[in-house]
């Protein structure tokens, strides 16, 4: 008896999730705007995500609302709250559409709170101004200017094009398959860029950078994590204040420092410059020995590997001469051990 008791409870269970769930994916309102040309997005909310998809022929709108701490609620408890607390804009202004869900009073009873965000489907080529202070924000198959910002969560993009300016106070950054102007950052996350073209500008006060398969002009800067990856073209800046540095298959100029790890730098084919500095660490680099190069080295102890075109003076710790005559600055200072190879 007890265990068929326990089966029946159990399929009850079962059953409440999976029915939970599905409301859960089953948007409150959806709306679309065939017959409308957008051109740009606004939206505004304060307590849920915003994703955004292009490559739709025409424009549709999905609404979310959850409860607070993301307790499911029923249509009519959403709508009650809705009426009483909150003032929702779905609409078309021009070629402008506009989603805003906001409270009609700042001193509300935050315990009826709900959590409102936007799906939103629409043409490849649109320009956007998103903010939440409580959600993620997901972008996906964009080309235009794209603006936004959240308080409370993670940025996803993915395959957007143009001039892109993102930023959150509390979540991490993943942007792939991205290109043009790039400007990225993060008060509390990690970032990871890959398969990434043109101008990037990537930051973050309290995690990791990884980079992967660059190529442009990266900027990266760190105060709380250690920067890795590799497959870079062009040119690379990549700082930090509280981690290692590991840097792989460059093909790049390179201006790197930390403050508080070892660094180790592998570079493929040598451009305009190298500046390496480390303040807490040591420096590992190894780099073509084909190129003309002036080396400038500074270290409680340097060791020199395959220097067999080498002309000038080494000392324990300075080293400065020519490399197959010279020409690339490579300039590398720590206060720990420097070692440089040749391959």
Same mark, same amino acid.
């Given at each position: ?127 956007? %101004? *998103?903010? +939440? /202070?409580?959600? $993620?924000?997901?972008?996906? &198959?964009?080309? #235009?200017?794209?603006?936004? @910002? =959240?308080? !409370? ?29 790039? %400007? *990225?950052? +993060? /008060?509390?996350? $990690?970032?990871?860029?890959? &398969?990434?073209? #043109?101008?990037?500008?990537? @930051? =973050?006060? !309290? ?32 700082? +930090? /204040?509280?981690? $290692? ?11 790197? @420092? =930390?403050? !508080? ?83």
């Amino acid at each position: 008896m007890k265990k068929a008791f326990n089966f029946v409870f159990l399929v009850a269970f079962i059953t409440l999730v999976i029915n939970t769930q599905a409301q859960d994916r089953e948007p409150y309102i959806t709306k679309s705007f065939s017959n409308e040309s957008i051109k740009e997005l606004y939206a505004r909310t304060s307590g849920g995500s915003i994703t955004v998809e292009g490559g739709n022929e025409q424009a549709r709108v999905e609404v979310f609302i959850k409860g607070n701490n993301g307790k499911t609620l029923s249509k009519d408890e959403i709508k009650e709250r809705l009426d009483e607390d909150y003032k929702l804009t779905i609409g078309v202004e021009g070629n402008e559409l506009k989603l805003i869900a906001e409270p009609k009073d700042k001193f509300f009873n935050w315990r009826h709170a709900l959590s409102i965000s936007f799906k939103v489907y629409v043409p490849q080529t649109i320009s956007t %101004d *998103l903010s +939440t /202070s409580g959600g $993620s924000i997901d972008m996906r &198959n964009l080309s #235009g200017t794209q603006s936004f @910002s =959240t308080s !409370g969560g993670s940025l996803t993009l993915d395959k957007l094009s143009g001039k892109i300016k993102g930023r959150t106070s509390g979540g991490s950054i993943h942007v792939s398959n991205a290109k043009d102007m790039i %400007d *990225l950052a +993060t /008060s509390g996350g $990690s970032i990871e860029a890959e &398969n990434c073209n #043109g101008k990037l500008s990537l @930051s =973050t006060s !309290g995690g990791s950078i990884s980079l992967h398969n660059l190529k442009g002009t990266v900027k990266a800067n760190t105060s709380g994590g250690p920067i890795r990856g590799g497959d870079i073209t062009g040119e690379l800046t990549a700082h +930090t /204040s509280g981690g $290692s540095v590991d840097l792989r298959d460059l093909e790049c100029s390179v201006d790197a @420092s =930390t403050s !508080g790890g070892n660094m180790e730098i592998e570079i493929d084919k040598l451009e305009e410059y190298v500046t390496i500095s480390n303040s807490g660490g040591n420096i590992h680099v190894t780099m073509p020995g084909n190129k003309g190069v002036n080396l400038n080295l500074r270290g409680d102890r340097i060791n020199l590997e395959n220097m067999n075109n080498f002309n000038g003076d080494k000392e324990d710790h300075k080293v400065e001469g020519k490399i197959n005559g010279g020409g690339i600055p490579v300039n590398i200072q720590t206060s720990g051990r420097v070692t440089v190879a040749l391959n």
